[in-house]
């Protein structure tokens, strides 16, 4: 069966695609245009992706497939990616074994690069970003944790690579055996009598190690930074006199208190119907009064009854939100890269605040418990433009402190 070939594959690259992993997608799209439909061979070019960059598993029928589709494909840059990520097509069976055992499949590959090759040869490399860099786009990132693995764990996500994969395994009746990976690489061993304290030993001293080969950024303590106060935003609570945020105020009918006149449709027919004023029904015990009409805000239904108009809460709430978001799109605009927020602000200010650096694309993160907990807002910045500008300041700035590997020192 032939399918229709004239769509354009370049399409479907992505703005931030890495060049060489659309070369591996577009190759398998290219290779196998004319043997499925077109989404499902979108499809399936993201599965061979996920399976060769970031190490995914899929049911049997779909490894296999993968795996023929793949042969012969992209040759030359898989060869270009030695010492990098790499992931191999395992059996089910073999899968299922590994799982069975606690173990994760890592390429035979990656057991030869061990950082204890190295001796910790003092390099000139002065980039993370280097081609020749030990762990290509890796930096530490010490945000002040006392936990190696967690520090471990937050490097990678803070550079984009794969989190570290530690492999255990029980070498007598006493001792079990850790190995830790970042990126296919040995990075060390350790030994403990249980693997919570083989896993402790392994990342605390494949950390120590690391920082001999790694660039390392470390964060500031937060408590050195001023705090904005809820009082900069609102002076005074008890004369607080705005509108909601959305700008449709609540509106009631002016003309409530006044009769209805002669003219009036609903007064004709009533009339006609017999009325001659006064309440409504037989004894002329119904209301009097026009039905009062109020107009609600866009979206809320009829069953809305908290009182927007008249509740002192809501106006204060309002009042805030409107303030913090012109300062936060000031702050958007200015050079300063973080403001934290003092630990006045209760729980649903601070969701509030969330809401609106989610809608301008700043990134909130929350510090402390109890009466402590406050927010720090900072512009997104990915690893490698911190790094960059930590470079052309001296190696440090306001917020962070750049620390070369021990060996370059």
């Not at 061979?41 to 599965?47: E, T």
């Not at 069953?303 to 008249?310: D, P, Q």
């Amino acid at each position: 069966m032939s399918f229709d070939t004239s769509w354009d594959v370049d399409k479907y690259k992505s703005e931030f695609e890495n060049d060489d992993h659309w070369q591996f997608r577009r190759q398998f799209l290219v290779e196998h245009k004319d043997k499925y439909p077109e989404d499902r061979l979108v499809c399936l070019a993201q599965v061979f992706f996920n399976v060769e960059f970031l190490g995914c598993k899929y049911p049997e029928k779909t490894m296999l497939l993968i795996e023929k589709l793949a042969e012969g494909l992209a040759d030359d840059l898989r060869e270009k990616r030695k010492g990098k990520l790499q992931r191999t097509f395992v059996a089910a069976s073999d899968a299922a074994e590994a799982r069975a055992k606690g173990k994760c499949q890592v390429s035979s590959s990656a057991t030869k690069q061990s950082l204890n090759n190295l001796n910790y040869t003092k390099y000139s490399i002065v980039s993370p970003y280097h081609p020749d860099y030990t762990l290509p786009n890796f930096i530490i990132l010490d945000a002040n944790s006392q936990n190696p693995f967690e520090i471990l764990n937050r490097s990678c996500d803070f550079c984009h690579v794969p989190k570290p994969i530690i492999l255990f395994d029980k070498t007598d009746a006493l001792n079990i055996k850790a190995d830790l990976y970042i990126q296919q690489k040995l990075i060390d061993t350790a030994f403990g009598k249980s693997e919570k304290i083989a896993k402790k030993n392994v990342c605390e001293s494949a950390l120590e190690k690391l920082k001999y080969i790694c660039f390392t950024i470390k964060k500031k303590d937060d408590d050195s930074e001023s705090h904005i106060s809820k009082s900069e935003f609102i002076k005074n609570e008890t004369e607080v006199n705005v509108e909601p945020l959305s700008s449709e105020i609540i509106t009631k009918n002016t003309d409530v208190d006044k009769k209805l006149s002669d003219d009036n449709i609903g007064n004709k027919l009533l009339k006609m119907m017999g009325w001659k004023g006064g309440g409504l029904g037989k004894e002329g015990q119904g209301r009097k009064e026009p039905i009062e009409v109020i107009q609600l805000p866009k979206h809320l239904g009829l069953g809305h009854k908290s009182n927007i108009g008249e509740s002192a809460k809501q106006k204060i709430m309002f009042a805030l939100q409107r303030e913090v978001k012109k300062h936060l799109i000031e702050f958007k605009k200015s050079s300063k890269l973080r403001l934290s927020f003092s630990t006045e602000f209760t729980l649903d200010e601070r969701k509030a605040i969330h809401m609106i650096c989610l809608k301008l694309g700043l990134k909130t993160r929350s510090y402390g418990q109890g009466e402590q907990r406050h927010i720090v807002i900072s512009k997104k910045q990915t690893a490698q433009e911190i790094f960059n500008e930590l470079t052309e300041c001296g190696n440090e700035n306001e917020y962070f402190v750049l620390i070369p590997p021990i060996n370059q020192n």
